[in-house]
Each structure stands twice: as structure tokens, then as C-alpha cells.
């Protein structure tokens, strides 16, 4: 295996594990499933539809998203936004990570400047 | 000739193999998003049959979205893509396993020639079975482990250009099974009514008629109406063409009457000749007493096996006019 494909697998995993968050923080307000794939995309997160359709439905049937259908627009969408329990789940996924990260980023960046 | 439009029968694709109360909601969900995503990509322009493939490849194979909507990729020993592949090799192998060992049969029968005709006849099944099963495992088993390594042997884009037509034929009733339907029962007809003598046993010289033909012919009208319901249900299937529920109530009142009919003529008449049975016996020799009693008591295993048949369409019949109700 070479070191592409090593960083790339790592990749992946590292962007897997901070998509239910990311979908999460979106869902403040009702979205349908194509506007949230253009807003991650806007934000240079680029995720795939067949990914996150899915993903909002195991959410939602976890109980932390609700859904509900509008179709007065031209066309029917299906618009998703966080429950009371998705925006506590969402809280402390966002305490967990940033705490993650900060203590992440100073061992990185430590070992950064000691080889400096 | 696809008649459905490629978008149709990929969500068609997706859907069938999610649980058919996700079904609606995911081929709306999937419906807009394939718009939206078109909408992107052509914007204003008519959406050529490349812009739709191009979508239709990103979102991916409608298996893998599928496994994706019921978050679980590997629930089965053998799944798709694989699974289409297994069926068409079971059918060659299970085929070719059953035509060698008639081929075998044959030639054993005029290389050795068999002591007793019917023991040697009757050892084609159990050899056959065997074979049959044998061959099973060996398909299955390297499915499996195509399956279970995920091994590919079409690309992506081929799936999609050849996914199947939408037609819903799970409802629906075969012309040609109601056609050999009525054959059947008038086959029946005329084999118990007409010729029943033909249906014999011969040794040293003599035939044996295996039903009595008197007590057959005493009770004509009933061999009649059991034919004529068989015929009535096929004749109705062949008007309605798919499971209804007028079929199902066709079906259900003609075995309940086929049922009665049954029971009235095989319990308490000698349907099945005596001679017949003697005669049997003798042939089989010393084959020890389960033979004996299986010939001794045919008569009531025949009635058990016709209401076994008759309990077994009945429930055929409910099964498929319920999923065709649950489909529509």
C-alpha cells in the first residue's frame, strides 16, 4: 500500500466522523437535502448525495432530525431540521469536538515547533 | 425495448429493495433530488440521456444506495450485484446436473439391466437429489465468497444502462399458465373419465388398472365439478389477468369445494384398485414393511397429498394478491 492511498483512507475517516456533526449544524433551519449538499459544498466540504440522503434519513429515525414534505414549491421537496433532542445531541457534539481539536491541534502544533 | 424512462427504473431499482414503507418516501426524495441535481447541471436546457447517466452515475449503483438507505451493506450471505449472476449460473448448473443424470440413467439402464424395472427407476430420485444438491453447494458457496470479497464483473455504468423495466409482473397472471392451466384440468378430464385404464401396472403380461374404474365411473359428476372449479379459477385468471381480490375469493371457494369433493370420493370409497395394490407389492418384493404400508394406505396419502396441493395454492393465491395489494 502506498502513502497516497494510506492518506487517503485517513481522509476519508477523519471526514466521515465529522459529517453528522456538520449535517447537524446545518439543520438549525428547515433545509432540503440538495440545498444542505450546496451549502457543505459553499463551504469547500464537498459530500456526496448518496451519502447524505441517507445519513438525514438514519437521523431522522434516530430522533434527532424531523422531516416534513412542502409541496407548494415547483417541485416537492422534502425539508429536514434539527429536533429538541438533535440540538442537544449537537451541543455537546460540538463541545466534544472542539475540545477534540484544540488538544489535537496543541500536540500538533508543539511537536511542529520542537522540530523547528 | 426499456419502455420506462432511465430515471424511472433506477428509482424503480432503489426502491424495490428498501421496506416497502421507506419505498414512497425514498423515490419522492430521490425524484427531487435527481431534478435538482439535472437542474444544476443543464440548467435551463432539456436534460440530454448523458446528463441524466452522468447523475445517475454519481449518486452510484442503485444496489450500493439501496445497502446505503437501509445502513447495512453486508445483511445477506449473497446480495447484489452478485445476486442476479447467482441465480442465472443456479439454473444452468442445477439444469446440466439434472439432464447428466437422466443421460446417466439412460445409459446405465441399457448397460446393466436392472433386476426390477421399477426399483431402478425409482433410484434415479435420491441420486438425482443428491447430485442437485451437491451442485447447489458449489454455486452457493462460490457466490458467497464472490459476495463476501466483493468481486466485480461489470462496471457501474453498464448496470445502469441495463436496469430492468419497471413492470410490476408480481401481480400479475402468466396467459400462458392459465392456457396450460385448462389444458391440465382437461387432460384430467378426459385421462380419468375417458381412458382411465391406460393409468395401469403391467406384469407378466397383464395390465392392472391402478384406479377402479367403476367406482370412477359411478362417480362421474364429481371428477366433473372438481375439473369444472380448477377450470373456473384458471378461466378467471385468465379475465382478470393479476391478483385481485375477486380472484383470491375465486380461488379460496373452489379449493374449499375441490376439498370436499376430494375427502367425499377418497374416504369410504375404493378409489384405488385392490388388484393394483397386490400386484405392486408382489413386484416390489422384500422391500420390508414401510413399502407395504405405503401401498396398503395409498389411498389416503393421495387424498392427503391432493389436499396438501389444494392448501398449498390456496395460500400461493393469499400471498400474491396480498403483495400485489401491498404494491400498488
Known amino acids: 500500500m502506498d502513502n497516497n492511498e494510506i492518506i487517503t483512507g485517513l481522509a476519508l475517516e477523519l471526514r466521515r466522523g465529522t459529517l453528522v456533526l456538520l449535517t447537524l449544524s446545518q439543520l438549525k433551519k428547515p433545509m432540503y437535502g440538495y440545498n444542505l449538499v450546496k451549502s457543505l459544498e459553499d463551504a469547500n466540504i464537498s459530500v456526496e448525495a448518496n451519502t447524505l440522503y441517507p445519513l438525514m434519513r438514519r437521523l431522522e429515525s434516530q430522533g434527532l432530525l424531523s422531516s416534513e414534505w412542502d409541496t407548494d414549491g415547483s417541485k416537492p421537496r422534502k425539508y429536514y431540521i434539527l429536533t429538541q433532542d438533535g440540538k442537544k445531541v449537537l451541543e455537546k457534539s460540538e463541545k466534544i469536538w472542539f475540545d477534540l481539536t484544540n488538544k489535537v491541534n496543541s500536540i500538533l502544533e508543539a511537536d511542529n515547533n520542537e522540530g523547528q | 425495448m426499456k419502455d420506462n424512462s432511465l430515471i424511472e427504473r433506477y428509482v424503480h431499482a432503489v426502491s424495490k429493495k428498501l421496506p416497502v414503507k421507506l419505498r414512497k418516501d425514498v423515490s419522492d426524495e430521490l425524484n427531487s433530488i435527481i431534478s435538482d441535481m439535472l437542474e444544476e447541471r443543464c440548467g435551463e ?14 449518486l452510484g449503483a442503485p444496489y450500493e444506495l439501496a445497502n446505503k438507505y437501509r445502513g447495512n451493506e453486508q445483511d445477506c450471505l449473497i446480495g447484489e450485484p452478485h445476486f442476479s449472476n447467482y441465480i442465472w449460473w443456479l439454473k444452468w448448473a442445477l439444469g446440466i446436473t439434472l439432464i447428466a443424470q437422466v443421460i446417466n440413467h439412460i445409459t446405465l439402464f441399457f448397460s446393466e439391466p436392472a433386476q ?96 377402479n374404474v367403476d367406482v370412477l365411473m359411478s362417480y362421474w359428476y364429481i ?68 413399502a407395504v404400508n405405503l401401498l396398503t394406505n395409498a389411498q389416503y396419502y393421495i387424498l ?16 400474491r394478491t396480498l403483495r400485489a395489494k401491498n404494491n400498488e
Not at chain 2, 436546457?45 to 454519481?58: A, E, F, G, R, S
Not at chain 2, 423495466?165 to 387432460?187: E, L, M, P, Q, R
Not at chain 2, 375465486?250 to 397386490?278: E, K, M
Open chain 2, 45 to 58: 436546457l432539456v436534460p440530454t440521456d448523458k446528463d441524466i447517466l452522468m447523475v445517475l452515475t454519481t
Open chain 2, 116 to 211: 426390477n424395472y421399477l426399483l431402478f427407476f425409482l433410484a434415479f430420485i435420491p441420486e438425482a437429489l443428491r447430485n442437485l444438491i451437491f451442485a447447489f453447494g458449489v454455486v452457493t458457496l462460490i457466490f458467497a465468497f464472490l459476495h463476501f470479497k466483493g468481486t466485480r464483473f461489470e462496471d457501474e455504468l453498464e448496470d445502469l444502462l441495463n436496469l430492468p423495466d419497471i413492470t410490476d409482473k408480481s401481480g400479475s397472471i402468466s396467459k400462458w399458465d392459465c392456457v396450460w392451466g385448462i389444458g391440465f384440468n382437461i387432460a384430467f378430464l378426459v385421462l380419468f373419465l375417458g381412458i382411465p385404464q391406460v393409468m395401469n401396472i403391467y406384469a407378466d403380461g397383464i395390465r392392472t388398472p391402478i384406479f
Open chain 2, 223 to 290: 371428477i366433473v365439478l372438481f375439473t369444472g372449479l380448477g377450470l373456473a379459477e384458471e378461466i378467471v385468471g385468465l379475465i382478470e389477468r393479476k391478483y385481485s381480490i375477486k380472484m383470491m375469493v375465486t380461488n379460496i371457494v373452489a379449493n374449499i369445494i375441490s376439498a370436499g369433493l376430494a375427502i367425499f370420493l377418497f374416504a369410504g370409497r375404493q378409489i384405488i384398485n385392490p388388484d393394483a395394490i397386490d400386484k405392486l407389492i408382489d413386484i416390489l418384493g422384500d422391500t420390508g414393511n414401510t
Open chain 2, 304 to 319: 392427503a397429498l391432493i389436499l396438501l396441493g389444494i392448501a398449498i395454492d390456496a395460500f400461493i393465491t393469499v400471498f
